[in-house]
């Protein structure tokens, strides 16, 4: 790899990247699709770093420390806040495209987008269409399906997606020598093959406690056999939104597993799954946990 990314996996993505930018065939706009925590911000932030230091991406320089922290002045973040981007975010995001930079390039980092209204993203692929020079945009998103076609088609698409298991333990065990394999093998299972989950929990013990309690919690779960009494569970876990993204997380983990050992249930876990899935996407939309939550459960 020609510059150090500092990231897990992914390095059919970044060498496809690296080529786009020594080739000289760097598009204006970037799509980093794939599911939440694999590391495409991450990503994002690095490829912003690539362009703009002046100093081969060395991680030291101002422009690499201010762009790590999110805060340099020609690459501007527009971060996932959970709200909408309205039309009159992208005219301010077009009116700072159309400012002089004082940097090699004016690079705009958009978190989620899929959070863009279609009115809103109707006037951004008007800058899509004709990008003032030196301009490059590096979007994100977790649900592809759930953005205009003409706003995929105007973008270069970057797939990420998890990875597996075994090669994440292989990669913190080299990360953190020092853990023990209990603790690598734990924060590479619960993390589900997202690298950046992975590194969160390997660094926050609480986290990775608390995964491993909801992790039995699930396995409790999935014995109980009367509807009532899984109602009451989950009506418990629906008070803490943050528990409640862990609870599917680790119930994805688990019915993934059981679909992969064979339990003879496989079609009913397959369409948990998608279920699952789905909830994910109403909680996403700020759609009442509750509801949700027990609408999954109507299916379980
Ligand atoms: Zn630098």
Not at 201 to 206: G, K, T, Y
Not at 263 to 271: I, S
Request: hydrophobic share 40%; aromatic share 6%.
């Amino acid at each position: 790899m020609k510059y150090n990314w500092s990231i897990i996996g992914h390095e059919k993505q970044l060498k496809q990247i690296e080529a786009d930018v020594s080739s000289g065939n760097l598009a204006h706009a970037y799509l980093l699709a794939g599911p939440n925590s694999v590391g495409k911000h991450t990503v994002s932030r690095k490829l912003a770093g690539i362009l703009q230091c002046e100093n081969n991406f060395c991680h030291k320089c101002k422009t690499c420390i201010q762009i790590q922290q999110g805060n340099h002045i020609d690459t501007v973040e527009l971060r996932d806040n959970k709200e909408s981007i309205k039309l009159g975010d992208v005219k301010k995001l077009v009116e700072r495209a159309m400012m002089t930079g004082q940097s090699r390039y004016k690079i705009f980092l958009i978190q989620s987008v899929e959070r863009m209204t279609v009115e809103a993203t109707n006037s951004f692929l008007k800058i899509l269409e004709e990008p003032p020079a030196g301009t490059v945009f590096i979007l994100t998103t977790n649900n592809i399906r759930g953005l205009l076609p003409t706003l995929v088609s105007r973008v270069r698409v970057i797939k990420f997606s998890s990875v597996s298991a075994t090669y994440l333990a292989d990669k913190l065990k080299e990360l953190y020598p020092d853990r023990s394999d209990a603790t690598i093998r734990q924060a590479s299972l619960l993390s589900l093959g997202k690298t950046g989950k992975a590194i969160h929990l390997m660094e926050n013990p609480d986290s990775l406690a608390n995964y491993l309690k909801v992790y039995n919690d699930v396995q409790n779960f999935l014995r109980i056999k009367n509807r009532v009494d899984r109602f009451s569970y989950v009506e418990d876990i629906a008070a803490d939104q943050r528990q409640v993204d862990v609870f599917l997380n680790i119930l994805t983990h688990v019915l993934r597993s059981k679909v992969l050992e064979g339990d003879g249930n496989t079609e009913k876990h397959v369409k948990t799954l998608s279920k699952i899935e789905e909830a994910g996407m109403f909680l996403k939309k700020n759609i009442n946990v509750r509801l949700v939550l027990e609408n999954l459960m109507l299916s379980l």
